[in-house]
């Protein structure tokens, strides 16, 4: 069998036995890399003697790699049945963006009272960088990837762990979510636009319009993301297909 680092599904991470990385955490990694691209795909079962003979690693520390992304959101895990790439109901879907809403808010919040004018500049900064991914292609997990700069800015700025630590988990479990807003035609354009409108916000320091701007970013995207979900119920969708 192909090793799994040399595989289509884990061509980007390799596995390096003599490194100062634990091969637990290089395994972890390796799963988490290709959960967030896509390369697993929500649903997906992950069948443990695959990939411990994929991964070159022994059965306990395979399961303690899954136990860390099941802690993540990554993957869940169900008894007789095993491992699975995570995908969130519609239940599931509707408390991750009222979550989401709430906690981007708030870091927005914590943004416009604690960022310096150097922060505001990288914000700005990082509008215009996914500008010219929206400009230049529609690949998905290329525009999911360039707008997180433009959220990494923002938690830096915040300087709160505490909302870090919450956003991280939680866009985490929502990652798929967010892409299947992304994929749908139209819609980076639009996101493009609305966080440019809150950058102009959050840089006048109206912190006020800009936590109101946030607000109605995450409930733009989660009409799409939902809808897709809802329009899934009755026919029994397989959650790989959100992503087309």
């Known amino acids: 069998m192909t090793p799994l680092s040399t595989s289509p599904i884990l061509t ?41 003979e994929y991964l070159g690693i022994s059965r306990t520390t395979f399961r303690e790699a899954i136990r860390e992304l099941a802690a993540e959101g990554l993957v869940t895990v ?9 995908a969130p109901s519609l239940a599931e879907a509707l ?22 004018s150097v922060e505001m500049d990288a914000l700005v900064d990082s509008v215009e960088a996914f500008r010219l991914v929206v400009e230049e292609t529609t690949d998905t997990v290329a525009l999911l990837n360039s707008k997180e700069r433009f959220y990494q800015v923002l938690i830096a700025g915040a300087r ?45 320091r109206d912190e006020k319009r800009a936590m109101a701007l946030c607000a109605q970013h ?21 959650p790989s297909e959100w992503l087309g």
């Open 78 to 86: 169900v008894a007789q049945k095993g491992a699975r790439v995570s």
């Open 218 to 238: 995450v409930r733009n995207a989660g009409e799409i993301a939902l809808a897709g979900l809802r329009a899934g119920e009755g026919g029994g969708t397989d």
């Open 160 to 204: 709160s762990p505490v909302l870090e630590q919450q956003l991280v988990s939680i866009k985490a479990r929502s990652r798929v979510l967010r892409a299947t807003s992304l994929s749908k035609p139209g819609r980076a354009t639009a996101t493009l636009n609305e966080l440019a409108e809150l950058a102009r916000a959050i840089v006048a």
């Open 95 to 116: 408390d991750l963006y009222d979550i989401r809403a709430s906690l981007e808010s708030l870091l927005v919040s914590r943004f416009v009272e604690r960022a310096t």
């Open 12 to 52: 980007r991470t390799k596995l390096e036995p003599n490194s100062s990385i634990p091969i637990r955490e290089q395994a972890v990694a390796a799963l988490r890399e290709a959960i967030n691209d896509f390369r697993l795909r929500p649903g997906e079962r992950l069948i443990e003697r695959e990939f411990i």
